[in-house]
């Protein structure tokens, strides 16, 4: 990877995070050629025994770990025990930034305390990941995904009047919560570089799963309008949803009135653009369930492959409803190098290929520099570097503050 696609390349992150959230954060940071040193407990990060194949989780290498743990060291440290903490804070002063996922006040009660870090190290950028921040009503409740779907009002909106509230199908908050993380934690970074002063990030999941719910949330602030689920109509916009085909299911987003007026064209109804239920915006609104009734017979001539290169050509944005599998082994995925693939991991039976960030820089696309480390793989290269000779290694290890 070249020094552009790796902005990070010379810095030193500690990843004493779990699961996913923090996990997928720090991955960010590896894929932009940051030094992640990934620091987990004696039983290791809980989705080493997590994922679809119970024979990767059994080797501590769950498919769930391999998702977001490319690219990183690993070293198991009790952080319970004296010198285990001793051996921590070694790792704190050469690193760059730390990013930990524990419930606000765990960090302090190890003797551990974000002040006390930083004034070890003022440079220090200190990220705590939660699911509602450090402080306030909610800081000690538990957070999972689920659980801030459901707080954060997602769920509302997902689904249709009879399904709703749904479940988002993947964990989007906790992968939320690891962008905004990354985000923060760069922009720590760069302050830090510049002016020596570290910082200490407080993400909230709930927040940060709220920032991304923009207009959703305006519409009720300011004009005061409740969301309600609309399933897989937009709120924005008719006819702009998805559609039946005479073969598979199709999205359109005729959100513009040329494209509206265009579509109709299309499907040989052209006298829908005088129809007053349907010549503009906020009536075909009002009116969609009757819009889609008249176009649907219509798309059924075709499939809903043919349709969306005929409405692309035509300047309607459509596309097809594809499964994970079907994007995957899509020609445009493979053209863009999203997936990445490690041969002869350590506990994995097969290769190993994991996902990209999704960007490029000058044409470059970020990649993790390393497979998915095994438990505590690079433990003995890491004590070394520190200062710490065999002698004194194999007593770290023997004592149990080391594993």
């Known amino acids: 990877m070249t020094s552009a696609a790796a902005p990070l390349a010379g810095l030193t992150i500690l990843d004493c995070t779990n699961v996913l959230a923090g996990p997928f954060a720090c991955y960010q940071l590896a894929c932009l050629g940051a030094r992640v040193i990934k620091v987990e407990s004696p039983t290791g990060d809980l989705a080493r025994r997590l994922g679809a194949d119970p024979a990767y989780a059994r080797e501590a290498m769950g498919i769930s770990f391999l998702a977001a743990n490319a690219g990183k060291e690993s070293i198991a440290l009790d952080l319970k025990h004296e010198r285990g903490r001793e051996v921590f804070e070694r790792l704190v002063a050469r690193a760059d930034a730390l990013l930990e996922n524990f419930r606000p006040g765990v960090m302090a009660r190890l003797g551990l305390a974000p002040e006390r870090l930083r004034a070890m190290r003022p440079s220090l950028v200190y990220c705590a990941i939660s699911g509602f921040g450090q402080d306030g009503p909610l800081a000690q409740s538990p957070a999972y995904d689920q659980i801030v779907q459901g707080l954060a009002g997602v769920m509302s909106v997902t689904g249709d009047e009879r399904s709703a509230p749904l479940r988002v199908g993947y964990p989007v908050c906790d992968t939320i919560g690891g962008l905004t993380a990354a985000f923060a934690v760069s922009a720590a970074l760069l302050r830090a570089k510049t002016s ?75 006298d829908l653009k005088a129809d007053a239920r349907f010549a503009e915006r906020e009536s075909r609104k009002r009116h969609r369930a009757e819009l889609t009734a008249i176009l649907e017979p219509r798309l059924a001539a075709r499939s809903a492959a043919q349709w969306e290169e005929r409405l692309n050509a035509a300047g309607v944005p459509a596309g097809r409803v594809l499964s994970v599998p079907e994007i995957l082994a ?74």
């Open 196 to 270: 020596g002063e570290g910082a200490f990030v407080d993400v909230s999941m709930l927040d940060a799963t709220l920032a991304t719910m923009g207009w959703v949330v305006s519409n009720y602030l300011n004009a005061g309008v409740e969301p309600r689920p609309l399933g897989n109509d937009n709120f924005t916009a008719a006819p702009s949803g998805t559609f039946r085909t005479g073969e598979g299911l199709l999205n359109i987003a005729a959100n513009e009135q040329r494209q509206f007026e265009t579509l109709v064209e299309e499907l040989g109804l052209p």
């Open 330 to 403: 899509h020609p445009h995925t493979a053209h863009g190098g999203l997936v990445a693939t490690f041969d002869g991991v350590p506990g994995t039976p097969r290769e190993v290929r994991v996902l990209r960030p999704g960007f490029r820089i000058d044409g470059e696309r970020p990649s993790p520099s390393r497979r998915p480390p095994t438990p505590s793989e690079h433990r003995d290269a890491l004590l070394g570097e520190l200062g710490y000779d065999a002698a004194q290694r194999t007593a770290l290890i023997g004592c149990g503050a080391v594993h």
